[in-house]
């Protein structure tokens, strides 16, 4: 076994029970971090229930932590699909399902009553149909609080605010519960792939900053970060901007994470990478082109990567305790996110035929598919069931065995 595969191998029993508790917080916590559970669903009988629609680049994993502001080359800020590890060609109807799972696991975390799961799906539903009417014409913002409140909070975000939250005062990553030591071959092999050409022109893209600039590596750092993620191989670098004005973005913070065999079954596309990180970046650019033109695929010490900058401004819709009102508009506004980001996939006639399909699909109780209704309920009871004995697995013998730590007078 060489150096880089026992560190990871030492890392990985340490950050797996970290995603364990992780995904014990709560039930739409352990939604976000199961998506194995989702696609166990899918290969069962329950499949057969759902239409085939046209097949596009889908998400994979749409949840509601998967989407929110991200910042465009030019700085501006558009509204997408945030995570795309998970994304191949696929059926998109897998994606309104993972979408209305999600909110209607976050709307029994609110403790709202079970008829708000009904009228949010149909609001989903309403939302995803109105972005296959108008393609080329997105407003999340305009219905619902949540995404309002935190595209204001990605507009004021400047680069000090990212610098401090990830890294801190000094441009060097801090060791601990955020960031752990690469080892030498590690580092050797992250250092190499930076200095790449094309690492400097994805650098040096951002219309601040000089397209021939040249950037110096600074510090590079395992990142514990994520939930279902944690475990793989990931790592943060910070690197310079030689001569860059640091308030207008003289660092840069790179993301490169590794990409593995997605879980989500991928359609028959015969131009579909071998490499799983070129799959992530040709992804991300079908589905959300401000992130994916912030990102490359490469390999980095044996593993398939893509590489990404963060900016301040790429934050996550959180929802929290919402109301109903809320529920709803939120509901409709991120489903009109990735209907958006299929729609513009497809040809005219392709996206009426699929939006018509939808529409004839509604029933005289619900202004939504039954197909999805149901698979909602289905996945609702099999996802608290499961979260239950996670529980019980991961969560209480952690609380048994800080209590023995506190018995044995904390030794």
């Known amino acids: 076994m060489n150096s880089e595969t026992s560190t990871q191998a030492r890392r990985v029993s340490a950050l797996h029970q970290r995603r364990d508790l992780k995904m014990a917080r709560d039930a739409h916590a352990y939604v976000r971090g199961s998506t194995q559970k989702f696609y166990d669903w899918l290969e069962s009988s329950q499949r057969n229930a759902l239409p085939e629609g046209p097949r596009v680049w889908i998400c994979g994993d749409a949840h509601v932590g998967n989407l929110g502001p991200i910042a465009r080359c030019d700085q501006a800020i558009a509204v997408e699909l945030r995570d795309l590890d998970q994304t191949v060609p696929g059926n998109p109807a897998h994606d309104l399902v993972r979408l209305a799972l999600s909110l209607a696991m976050a709307a029994r975390s609110s403790d709202l009553p ?69 080892d030498e ?39 514990v970060k994520g939930c279902s993620s944690l475990g793989l191989w990931r790592c943060a670098a910070l ?7 640091r308030k207008s973005g003289g660092y840069s913070l790179l993301d490169i994470k590794e990409a593995v065999r997605p879980l989500a079954p991928a359609g028959a596309f015969q131009d579909l990478p071998n490499h799983e990180g070129e799959r992530v970046v040709k992804g991300a650019r079908a589905l959300a ?28 819709v959180e929802l929290e305790m919402i109301d109903d009102v809320e529920a ?34 509604a ?6 598919p039954s197909w999805l209704w149901s698979s909602v309920v289905d996945l609702i009871g099999i996802h608290e069931r499961a979260y239950l004995e996670h529980c019980r697995r991961f969560a209480l013998r952690d609380e048994k065995a800080r209590e023995e730590r506190v018995a044995d007078g904390g030794r």
């Open 114 to 182: 079970g008829v708000v799961t009904a009228r949010l799906v149909e609001e989903l539903m309403a939302g995803y149909l109105e972005a296959f009417a108008e393609p080329n014409t997105v407003r999340p913002a305009r219905d619902s609080a949540a995404v309002r409140f935190i595209v204001r909070e990605a507009l004021r975000r400047k680069w000090r605010h990212l610098h401090r939250e990830r890294i801190g005062k000094k441009p060097k990553f801090p060791m601990g519960e955020r960031f752990l030591p690469l």
């Open 185 to 223: 071959d590690e580092h050797r092999e992250v250092s190499t792939f930076l200095d790449k050409e094309r690492v400097r022109q994805l650098v040096t893209r951002l219309q601040c900053r000089d397209d021939d600039a040249e950037i110096r590596v600074l510090d590079a750092a395992y990142w």
């Open 239 to 245: 690197v310079e901007i030689v001569g860059q004005d």
């Open 289 to 316: 082109p401000a992130l994916g033109e912030r990102m490359l695929a490469g390999t980095v010490a044996g593993h398939s990567v893509f590489v990404r900058e963060l900016m301040p401004q790429d934050l996550k």
């Open 328 to 361: 709803r508009a939120t509901a409709r506004a991120l489903a009109r996110v990735v209907g958006v980001a299929h729609a513009r996939q497809l040809d005219e006639v392709t996206r009426d035929r699929w939006r018509k399909d939808l529409e004839q699909s």
């Open 363 to 368: 029933t005289r109780s619900l202004d939504a």
